[in-house]
């Protein structure tokens, strides 16, 4: 069984920084890809960041400037850099991989999508 474990999220004054973590266990051949998408109240989720196993990164146009991906293979981790937080920042952040698995270490290939349970930033004074 593989899974996603987000941490860094918490509270947080206006101007101030977080560093989110999600690290992906299980029986991972691969990663292809690792993604961080936020859903604020009452909203839709909506993609911040996503970066590849080669490093090939895409922001949403209005998380560029203040947010950074990054991804350590070795850990099976993605970070997400995040500075400058707005109060219109506070949502729950999921992390979302593209997994290349082996279940039962046959040799058989599965191409799961996993998210993790998600972790609460807020942004207030």
């Known amino acids: 069984q593989v899974q996603l474990v987000e941490s860094g999220g918490g509270l947080v004054q206006p101007g101030g920084s977080l560093r989110l973590s999600c690290t992906a266990s299980?029986?991972?051949?691969?990663?292809?890809?690792m993604g961080w998408y936020r859903q604020a109240p009452g909203k839709q989720r909506d993609l911040v960041a996503t970066?590849?196993?080669?490093?090939?990164?895409n922001y949403a146009d209005s998380m560029k400037d203040r947010f950074t991906i990054s991804m350590d293979n070795a850990k099976n981790t993605a970070f997400l850099q995040m500075n400058s937080l707005k109060p219109e920042d506070t949502a729950v952040y999921y992390c979302?991989?593209?997994?290349?698995?082996?279940?039962?270490?046959?040799?058989?290939?599965?191409?799961?999508?996993?998210w993790g349970q998600g972790t609460l930033v807020t942004v207030s004074s």
């Open positions: 970066v590849t196993s080669g490093g090939i990164i």
């Open positions: 979302r991989a593209d997994l290349v698995v082996d279940a039962q270490r046959t040799g058989r290939y599965s191409y799961p999508a996993v």
């Open positions: 299980g029986n991972i051949v691969r990663i292809n890809n």
